[in-house]
Each structure stands twice: as structure tokens, then as C-alpha cells.
């Protein structure tokens, strides 16, 4: 399937090429309210939300292609994002935000989804996801990673969402 997502400065456009046998369709609801969407900023712009929806929107589909039957549809709207850590207005690094991982700042993502097989919903929910081990459990992510405590996160959710077609509105 094609999708065509966005015009790039310059006028090119950017087309993304999902996989044939899978389908997932992530939307973000008013991200410019999200708790914490910026990778390096306390205060995230457009580009900076830009960065983590393009990173979360590429491994939903690379676990959907994995996954998903060719005639299931996923789809999802994402309604906050906290990412793992907070910036520390005072703890900066050569006048640059630094973010700071504590056992109390786990990452979390609110999201709505559905999941069909053509017209028929197999299941659908309401969930926020957290993650309050984060920094205790075994992560298999690279430390250079920008989603490495997310990933995870993401990934058992995923898994829960593949084994529960035949349940609907489950939550």
C-alpha cells in the first residue's frame, strides 16, 4: 500500500511504502498538547514531535509487517506521549537540555485502536501504556537507541493486541 505523508521543504514529496501483507494506520491526535514528545528539548516544536511520530509510526509498522495477517487492519491514534526520562531545567550540558532517567520517570503512551479484518472489528481499545521498570528489566535495544525505552513498551503491547483478535473491546 501507498501512502502518500507529506510535502518536504523544496516541494518534494514524501512518499512511504508500507508492506503489501499488513496494514496499520497511525494517526496522532493534537500532538502539540503531548506531555513529553521531544527527544532533546523540554519544549518540543513541530520538528521535534515530527522526529518521535516518524520513529513510533516506523516501528508500529515494522511490528504489524511482522505480524499481521495480510487481511487485518490496524489502526491506531496516539493521544499523548511521555517519553522515559525528563529534562532537569538545571542540569544542562554546554547550554544543551539533557534528559535524566529516574525511576520515576517511566515512559507512558496513551492510545486508542482498532483491529478488523475488512468491514469486521476483531477488537478495539482504549489503553496507556507505562512501563515503570524500564530501568530494571533487560533491554535488548541499543543504548543509541532514541526509543530504547519505548521499544519495548510498544512491542508487548503489540504482542497483546496480535494474541486478543477475537475479543473486542477488550481495554
Known amino acids: 500500500m501507498l501512502r502518500l505523508s507529506s510535502l518536504l521543504p523544496g516541494g518534494l514529496l514524501a512518499i512511504a511504502v508500507t508492506a503489501a501483507h499488513a496494514d496499520v494506520a497511525v494517526n496522532f491526535i493534537d500532538p502539540a ?77 496513551k492510545l486508542a485502536w482498532a483491529l478488523k479484518r475488512g468491514d469486521e472489528l476483531l477488537a478495539s481499545g482504549e489503553e496507556r501504556l507505562v512501563d515503570m521498570n524500564y530501568l530494571m528489566v533487560t533491554n535488548t535495544y541499543p ?22 483478535r477475537e475479543g473486542v473491546g477488550s481495554e
Open 33 to 109: 498538547h503531548y506531555t513529553d514528545a521531544a527527544y532533546s528539548h523540554a519544549f518540543a516544536n513541530e520538528k521535534d514531535r515530527a522526529e518521535v511520530q516518524r520513529d513510533i509510526t516506523q516501528h508500529l509498522e515494522r511490528l504489524a509487517e511482522r505480524s499481521l495477517p495480510p487481511d487485518e487492519t490496524l489502526t491506531i491514534d496516539v493521544r499523548d506521549i511521555d517519553l522515559a526520562g525528563w529534562f532537569e531545567p538545571w542540569n544542562t550540558r554546554m547550554g544543551h537540555d539533557v534528559r535524566i532517567l529516574r525511576d520515576i520517570t517511566w515512559p507512558r503512551i
Open 143 to 164: 543504548r543509541t537507541d532514541r526509543l530504547r525505552y519505548e521499544r519495548p513498551m510498544l512491542d508487548a503491547w503489540f504482542r497483546g493486541i496480535v494474541g486478543r
